[in-house]
């Protein structure tokens, strides 16, 4: 099932996609209302409302390698920092290239979107925590990543995590393809089996220290290819069986709001 949040009247609503309808519902996963809107006409929003945003860093060797970060063993224990409800941006939006960095760069994921509260989760139990996976892009200002204590404006200033389109609930997270294009060019194509660290791993990890509340969203590691963006850029993240996050890159310093069309990728 895929679960979208958009626009509707007064106040953002969630809806269930089928086919070209969206079917709207008494919030996440509640039950429909019987109204209903076409898909094309609705205008997306960032289909989760996290608390907070746990991103795990360099879990594909390739990319840790590809930053020149391959200073011996492969990391024992992911590499874990915060983004808050402000980084979110909606799918098909505009986010401005902030004039404060020199190095801005993209990196496509695989989001999960949790479901229920969840705390020192068992392996056997970890995917039962999770609603869905959707498609992430975590913009990064590169160049104060090397400077900030805690990858704070590098990683989560205003409107760095675009998220979308929507979750989808039926999808096995263990080896789907994982791409980046920047308009139209390929950049990243890679797989989560070829993560360090997987998704059972990081759920079990996370929640030994933070509990997780529904609607939190945990970014799970880029695949090589990263790259800088320029003024006028469309970065497309595709992962498999969900869909295709389109993201522009405008001017200025604050993002500007306002989604383009749905684009639902593969």
Same mark, same amino acid.
């Not at 429909?32 to 076409?38: D, F, L, Q, S």
């Not at 933070?210 to 992962?239: N, S, Y």
């Given at each position: 099932?895929?679960? +979208?949040?958009?626009?509707?009247?007064?106040?953002?609503?969630?809806?269930? =996609?089928?086919?070209? /309808? +969206?079917?709207?519902?008494?919030?996440?996963?509640?039950?429909?209302?019987? #109204?209903?809107?076409?898909?094309?006409?609705?205008?997306?929003?960032?289909?989760?409302?996290?608390?907070?945003?746990?991103?795990?860093?360099?879990? &594909?060797?390739?990319?840790?390698?590809?930053?020149?970060?391959?200073?011996?063993?492969?990391?024992?224990?992911?590499?874990?920092?915060?983004?808050?409800?402000?980084?979110?941006?909606?799918?098909?939006?505009?986010?401005? &290239?902030?004039?404060?960095?020199?190095?801005?760069?993209?990196?496509?994921?695989?989001?999960?979107?949790?479901?229920?509260?969840?705390?020192?989760?068992?392996?056997?139990?970890?995917?039962?925590?999770?609603?869905? &996976?959707?498609?992430?892009?975590?913009?990064?200002?590169?160049?104060?990543?090397?400077?900030?204590?805690?990858?704070?404006?590098?990683?989560?200033?205003?409107?760095?995590?675009?998220?979308?389109?929507?979750?989808?609930?039926?999808?096995?997270?263990?080896?789907?393809? =994982?791409?980046?294009?920047?308009?139209?060019?390929?950049?990243?194509?890679?797989?989560?089996?070829?993560?360090?660290?997987?998704?059972?791993?990081?759920?079990? &990890?996370?929640?030994?220290? +933070?509990?997780? #509340?529904?609607?939190? =969203?945990?970014? /799970?590691?880029?695949?090589?290819?990263?790259?800088?963006?320029?003024?006028?850029?469309?970065?497309?993240?595709?992962? #498999?069986?969900?869909?295709?996050?389109?993201?522009?890159?405008?001017?200025?310093?604050?993002?500007?709001?306002?989604?383009?069309?749905?684009? /639902?990728?593969?």
């Amino acid at each position: 099932m895929r679960l +979208v949040r958009i626009e509707h009247g007064d106040a953002p609503q969630w809806g269930q =996609v089928e086919g070209d /309808t +969206v079917h709207l519902t008494r919030g996440l996963g509640g039950e429909r209302t019987g #109204e209903t809107v076409p898909l094309a006409g609705a205008t997306l929003l960032a289909p989760a409302e996290p608390t907070k945003i746990v991103c795990v860093g360099r879990n &594909y060797l390739d990319h840790i390698r590809e930053l020149g970060n391959d200073t011996g063993d492969v990391p024992k224990e992911p590499g874990i920092f915060l983004k808050g409800p402000n980084a979110l941006a909606e799918p098909g939006g505009t986010v401005a &290239y902030p004039d404060w960095t020199r190095n801005f760069h993209f990196e496509g994921e695989l989001a999960l979107v949790i479901g229920q509260r969840a705390r020192d989760l068992k392996p056997d139990e970890a995917l039962s925590a999770v609603l869905g &996976y959707t498609c992430g892009l975590d913009l990064t200002a590169r160049d104060l990543q090397k400077t900030d204590l805690q990858w704070f404006r590098a990683k989560a200033a205003d409107r760095f995590c675009p998220l979308g389109p929507w979750i989808e609930t039926d999808l096995d997270p263990t080896d789907l393809r =994982v791409q980046t294009r920047v308009n139209g060019e390929p950049r990243q194509d890679g797989r989560t089996s070829h993560m360090i660290f997987d998704v059972v791993q990081i759920l079990t &990890y996370v929640t030994r220290f +933070v509990t997780l #509340e529904p609607g939190d =969203v945990v970014l /799970t590691g880029t695949p090589e290819g990263v790259g800088p963006l320029e003024r006028g850029d469309t970065v497309e993240v595709e992962v #498999e069986g969900v869909g295709t996050l389109v993201t522009h890159i405008g001017g200025g310093e604050h993002g500007v709001s306002g989604s383009g069309p749905v684009h /639902t990728g593969g």
